[in-house]
T-cell receptor
Framework: NAGVTQTPKFQVLKTGQSMTLQCAQDMNHEYMSWYRQDPGMGLRLIHYSVGAGITDQGEVPNGYNVSRSTTEDFPLRLLSAAPSQTSVYFC????????????FGSGTQLSVL | SQQGEEDPQALSIQEGENATMNCSYKTSINNLQWYRQNSGRGLVHLILIRSNEREKHSGRLRVTLDTSKKSSSLLITASRAADTASYFCATDAELGGSRLTFGEGTQLTVNP
């Protein structure tokens, strides 16, 4: 049982490049989400999904896209990277929609030059 | 906007001492959760307390919730060097939709 797996662990991009951060969970969780963590800002919710085919925006969605074609996978796409997207990104999942504890991946450290 | 705010931002204590961290929030909640993050790692869930509960225990952890003051505290008793980490509170707001809102965290350092 791997839990929540994120890849890559580290990534350096140039401004304007695109990339996809991968997230997979093997716990059959309905709810999956992406957070970014910046110094002094805590964790801020980017996008979330309550099941396959259903996604919604969080607090800071601009510049990011998501899709949920399967229960297991929830990739985060940066369409045109900007230096302001330099951050640590965490994927998290839980069994159900509301109020459940979150299981976090180990994070992706992204630097945009 | 941050729903939960932790206090203090940083705390340094000696092994064996107790550590208390506080969290204040702004709106009515369904539950409040505490998470721990070791340096360079993801967050790990510690404890969840529901809005109709006042206190919960888990091992050396004790969490209290005062909904009238919109605040919670996390007490770690008999701290160990291995407790060194950042601690975050997260709130599930009644009107918050499908999301947990995290505070900025308290950095706890336990000196051997």
């Amino acid at each position: 049982n791997a839990g929540v797996t994120q890849t890559p662990k580290f990534q350096v991009l140039k401004t304007g490049q695109s990339m996809t951060l991968q997230c997979a969970q093997d716990m059959n969780h309905e709810y999956m989400s992406w957070y970014r963590q910046d110094p002094g800002m805590g964790l801020r919710l980017i996008h979330y999904s309550v099941g396959a085919g259903i996604t919604d925006q969080g607090e800071v969605p601009n510049g990011y896209n998501v899709s949920r074609s399967t229960t297991e996978d929830f990739p985060l796409r940066l369409l045109s990277a900007a230096p302001s997207q330099t951050s640590v990104y965490f994927c998290a999942s839980s069994y159900h929609l509301r109020g459940e504890k979150l299981f976090f991946g180990s994070g992706t450290q992204l630097s945009v030059l | 906007s941050q729903q939960g705010e932790e206090d203090p931002q940083a705390l340094s204590i000696q092994e064996g001492e107790n550590a208390t961290m506080n969290c204040s929030y702004k709106t009515s909640i369904n539950n409040l959760q505490w998470y721990r993050q070791n340096s360079g790692r993801g967050l790990v869930h510690l404890i969840l307390i529901r809005s109709n509960e006042r206190e919960k225990h888990s091992g050396r952890l004790r969490v209290t919730l005062d909904t009238s003051k919109k605040s919670s505290s996390l007490l770690i008793t008999a701290s160990r060097a291995a407790d060194t980490a950042s601690y975050f509170c997260a709130t599930d707001a009644e009107l918050g939709g499908s999301r947990l809102t995290f505070g900025e965290g308290t950095q706890l350092t336990v000196n051997p």
